[in-house]
Structure formats: C-alpha cells, structure tokens
C-alpha cells in the first residue's frame, strides 16, 4: 500500500540530456498542477553551481513551454544542487546535509546504470534507505541475469516496494486510455479471445534514426531498446485479464500473470534489419550487427490466446513515426454473400501516437443491387495527445508510493525471459532501405496472418 508521500525529490544526474528534456518540464507541471512543495536536489559530477543548475532548468523550459511564470518562480526556489563523484562518499554526506529534516526522499537515477549500486549504496550510508524511494531508468540490465544481479544490489538496501522501475510509455495517457476502453465497455470482453481474435500486431515505427544516440543505441539495439520493455509493456495492456480485487498490486499481479505466460521467442520467430547508411555513423563499432529495425512472432500460452499469433515490429528509418496496435477478428464461419473479403477486413485499432485514435473496422454495402461491401473503418475517437509529460504523470505517482504504472522485480524478469533466447546477433540480419517498411523478410514472417497493417502519417485529429 501506498504510505507517506516523499518530503524531497533527489535528481541524479540533474545536469544531463534526460533531465533538460524531460524532468524539469514534468517538475514544473508537479508545481504547477499538484501543489509539489518540497526541496528538490539536483546531483552531479559537473562542476557546477546552484546557479548554473537554475540556468539551465530555465532554459529546458523555455525550449520545451509554455511557462507559466508563477510556477517557474516557485520551482527555482525548490532547487538545491550538490557538486560530487558518485564514488566519494563526501558527496552523500554533502546530499544529507541539504536534506535537511527530509526523512522520505525519492531519489531519481537518471544515470547510466554502470552507477546503479553505486548511488543506492552511498543513499544508504548516510540515511535511512527503509524510508527512501528509488527510481531508476531503463535498461533495467543487459539480459536476465545482469536485471537479476541489478535487483539483487538494489535490494540490498531497499525494499521491493520502495523501488520504481521507471517505463516513461506506462505514464502516456494513450496506453492508458487502450486500458481503460478495455474493461470500461462490455461489448469488447466477450469477444477478446481466441475464439474470435485471429491475431495481433503491434507497430511501433520511427521516421528518423539514431541521431546522437548512436553510440548508446550501438550497444543496445531496437530489442533492448523498445521490444524487451516498451512494447510487451504494450502488449500486456491489450492482453491481459481484468484486475480483481481492490489492492494496489491487483493492476501489476494481472500484468506479471500475462507476461510469465508469454512463449520464449525462438531465433526462427525474429527477423532483424539495420537501414543502410548506419554503420557511417560516428559512435557505430565498424562491422555492427545491431539490428535497428525487429519483427517477431510471439504466442501466450494462457486459455484465452491459446493459438492466436501476436506481431510485434519496431524500427528506424521507417516511413512514419507512429505506434499502433491492430487487433484482427476471425471472420464468419461462411461468408454469407460469397464476397473475397480480406483477412483484415474486421479489426480494432489503437493509434496510440503521435495522436490518440480508435477505430473498429467494419464492412458495409455498396449502393448498387448487388450485395457486395467495402471496407471502412468507424472512428471511435479521435484526440490529440494528452499534453501532460508522462515523467510528471510517474513522479508524481512515485512520490505518492503508488507503484502501478512502475515495473515490479517479477515483470522485468518475465520480460527479459521472453527475449531470452533473441538477443544480440543470433539471427541473421538484414539490410533495408532508409524510408521502407524494413526488410522484406518480416513479410515473410507474417505471411498469411498479414499483411502487416502500416499506420498512416500522422495527421490531426478532430476536434
């Protein structure tokens, strides 16, 4: 159960690219929209000084505003900062000292996770770890067992329930919203089984490429970077069974169900790609085989899914950047007017970026004698994405205790055990050109369950 809220929020790594990106913004909207009122630290090795950290936190907003200046103001205010090594146990005691009476901190990793155990053990030595919380970033370790070792250091000093295993796709209001419409409406239960879904796909696709983050992705790949996390992540959403029960955990134990029942994916249900000009990059090793682009196969052995094969793909360079979750139905036992209807003709569609939509896929008559149909797709909803950073959404969670969007130990460890077997370069991979829908072998992947369903641009949306 949730318990007191946090009385300090320490930020890690508060002078890198994730916090001028992201936390400042989600800072301001807490002060702002939640009423946040507590001393927030920023902690770096950077040679800096309160000033430069208030410089650059005003700057953050203004690239990435509307400010609101009340709430700007309020928020400089808030901000402490401590200058040290992450090894030097002086840096911690510094941090106890601007604690103050502060006995619930949440402190945030957003540093690279080599430093991980570092950080929570120099958090323990100077304080009470029972009553601290810790958010880390992913990657949450570089396979099973390094996630494994990860947790067992962190476990060390802090509880499992104090610790918040931050996915910043669980905090997007569309996931969200694929969730609530789920469960909020009878007419879809009766039929989200096996007995009428014939498959799933799962898109996620990006338009650009790996940009400055080449030497980081180099050492991670579209797998470990989007599959392993965000996208099953996704796929529990559109797969699991309905929460029971009134305590907290109820969300996360059906999502962890869901997960643990999901099959290894076998080397012969992958196809990787990398796009064509990669290897040019500075920060790529020569020769990589860093796939920037995967497709799989995938199977949940459960009662409902028995059977039903589940598509996921993600990639750069591909034609859009958009994420979208298509749940094709079976058709009629016989089609009663004798039509060549395509396979995706009945279908449930979850556009979750870069705009929110819903459409159910339906068949209707053509004017005409003929009984004869064509396809079209009934726009449920239609909205622009909730504008709310997902990071104000999860830190304001975590500082209240409420873990359900986090990864709990036993999800991580089912996710990494799906990947178990697909990971680095035990398949083959594939060229395909920048602006392509990947390499032509994830065609083959799908065959008859396909064609893949290829989101269109993005546009905006009605009012």
């Given at each position: 159960?949730?318990?007191?809220?946090?009385?300090?929020?320490?930020?890690?790594?508060?002078?890198?690219?994730?916090?001028?990106?992201?936390?400042?913004?989600?800072?301001?909207?807490?002060?702002?929209?939640?009423?946040?009122?507590?001393?927030?630290?920023?902690?770096?090795?950077?040679?800096?000084?309160?000033?430069?950290l208030k410089a650059r936190a005003k700057d953050s907003l203004a690239q990435h505003g509307p400010v609101d200046a009340k709430a700007q103001e309020k928020l400089l205010s808030l901000l402490r900062y401590v200058d040290g090594d992450y090894a030097d146990p002086a840096t911690f005691e510094a941090l106890r000292r601007e604690l103050g009476d502060a006995k619930r901190p949440l402190n945030y990793l957003a540093v690279p996770p080599s430093t991980f155990g570092m950080v929570a053990d120099g958090i323990a030595a100077t304080s009470d770890a029972s009553q601290a919380r810790l958010v880390i970033e992913k990657p949450f370790g570089h396979d099973r067992d390094s996630a494994k070792a990860l947790n067992a250091m962190l476990r060390k000093s802090f509880p499992e329930e104090n610790i918040f295993r931050i996915d910043h796709f669980l905090g997007k209001e569309p996931v969200q919203n694929l969730l609530y419409t789920r469960f909020a409406n009878p007419m879809f239960e009766p039929i989200w089984n096996r007995e009428h879904v014939r498959s799933i796909q799962i898109?996620?696709?990006?338009?650009?490429?790996?940009?400055?983050?080449?030497?980081?992705?180099?050492?991670?790949?579209?797998?470990?970077?989007?599959?392993?996390?965000?996208?099953?992540?996704?796929?529990?959403?559109?797969?699991?069974?309905?929460?029971?029960?009134?305590?907290?955990?109820?969300?996360?134990?059906?999502?962890?169900?869901?997960?643990?029942?999901?099959?290894?994916?076998?080397?012969?249900?992958?196809?990787r790609g990398q796009y064509r000009g990669y290897r040019a990059l500075e920060g790529v090793r020569p020769g990589s085989m860093v796939e920037t682009f995967i497709a799989v196969r995938l199977f949940i052995e459960s009662w409902r899914w028995e059977g039903v094969p589940i598509y996921i793909r993600t990639g750069k360079c591909l034609p859009v950047t958009a994420t979208e979750v298509s749940v094709q139905f079976r058709r009629p036992p016989r089609e009663t007017f004798g039509e060549m209807v395509p396979g995706g003709s009945a279908h449930m569609r979850f556009r979750l970026s870069p705009q929110t939509e819903i459409g159910l896929g339906l068949r209707v008559k053509q004017a005409g004698e003929r009984m004869a149909g064509k396809d079209r797709e009934l726009m449920l909803t239609a909205q622009e994405a909730a504008s709310r950073p997902p990071y104000q959404r999860l830190l304001g969670d975590a500082m209240q205790g409420k873990g359900d969007l986090f990864g709990r130990e036993d999800i991580v460890d089912a996710q990494w055990r799906v990947v178990r077997d697909i990971l680095d370069d035990v398949t083959p991979l594939y060229d395909y050109e920048p602006g392509s829908w990947g390499p032509g072998e994830a065609a083959q992947l799908i065959g008859a369950d396909g064609p893949w369903r290829d989101p269109a641009p993005g546009r905006r949306s009605a009012p």
């Open positions: 159960m949730p318990g007191a809220p946090s009385d300090a929020l320490v930020v890690f790594g508060a002078t890198g690219d994730l916090a001028y990106k992201q936390v400042f913004t989600s800072l301001l909207g807490l002060v702002r929209d939640e009423g946040l009122n507590v001393p927030i630290i920023g902690v770096a090795n950077a040679g800096w000084t309160l000033d430069h898109t996620m696709a990006e338009d650009f490429g790996v940009e400055n983050r080449a030497r980081f992705y180099d050492a991670t790949g579209a797998n470990r970077d989007v599959l392993q996390n965000h996208l099953l992540q996704v796929l529990a959403h559109v797969a699991m069974d309905p929460p029971t029960g009134e305590e907290s955990e109820a969300m996360r134990d059906q999502k962890a169900s869901l997960l643990k029942a999901v099959r290894p994916i076998a080397p012969e249900d992958v196809v």
